[in-house]
T-cell receptor, first 113, second 107 residues
């Protein structure tokens, strides 16, 4: 299955600032997804990012807060804007492959202070 | 909307005992079902998946799961638990994850 790399792996940010997380896949994939895992919680889908179209956001998530780019079939970014301590989470990128299902990156552990 | 239910928040078993983690999914014509494991501070690792075909699915680390459409269930099992199995286990249907079950293994 394809391998996903995420950068940064962790960061500590000041409230009110923004952080852009990068997700690189080692092969071309159509559908990529961004998840959030708050401390001690399960994974919540933020949005689906398909190349060539705007991201589709889940209920409770908006583009102004979590803008997503998908410039090509191997790359996507998620920006966490105007951060607050409640945004402290692990953010995970994943994609779908018919034979393997979902493959996850190692995640970005974000702490907002 | 699709939903995944893991009724047990926390389970404790003794090392060497058998294990069953429950998962119920919402209706779907052909659900794609997954079990993932997450050790503390680690990423998600896929244990097994069900797309179609044989309803008993074998995974890594000695885990298996059985798809039961009549019960909308996809329970995870292991005949003999090892201390290293202590972790958080997540069931997922398509893109939706259950709340997770934390497994503690007693010596």
């Amino acid at each position: 299955s394809a391998v996903i790399s995420q950068k940064p792996s962790r960061d500590i940010c000041q409230r009110g600032t923004s952080l852009t997380i990068q997700c690189q896949v080692d092969s071309q994939v159509t559908m990529m997804f961004w998840y959030r895992q708050q401390p001690g919680q399960s994974l919540t889908l933020i949005a689906t990012a398909n190349q060539g179209s705007e991201a589709t956001y889940e209920s409770g998530f908006v583009i102004d807060k979590f803008p997503i780019s998908r410039p090509n079939l191997t790359f996507s970014t998620l920006t966490v804007s105007n951060m607050s301590p409640e945004d402290s989470s692990i953010y995970l990128c994943t994609h779908w492959e018919p034979l393997y299902g979902y493959t996850f990156g190692s995640g970005t552990r974000l702490t907002v202070v | 909307a699709q939903s995944v239910t893991q009724p047990d928040i926390h389970i404790t078993v003794s090392e060497g005992a058998s294990l069953e983690l429950r998962c119920n999914y919402s209706y779907g014509a052909t659900p794609y079902l997954f079990w993932y494991v997450q050790s503390p501070g680690q990423g998600l690792q896929l244990l097994l998946k069900y797309f179609s075909g044989d309803t008993l699915v074998q995974g890594i680390k000695g885990f298996e799961a059985e798809f039961k459409r009549s019960q909308s269930s996809f329970n995870l099992r292991k005949p003999s638990v090892h201390w290293s199995d202590a972790a958080e286990y997540f069931c997922a249907q398509d893109m939706r994850f259950g709340a997770g079950t934390r497994l503690t293994v007693k010596p």
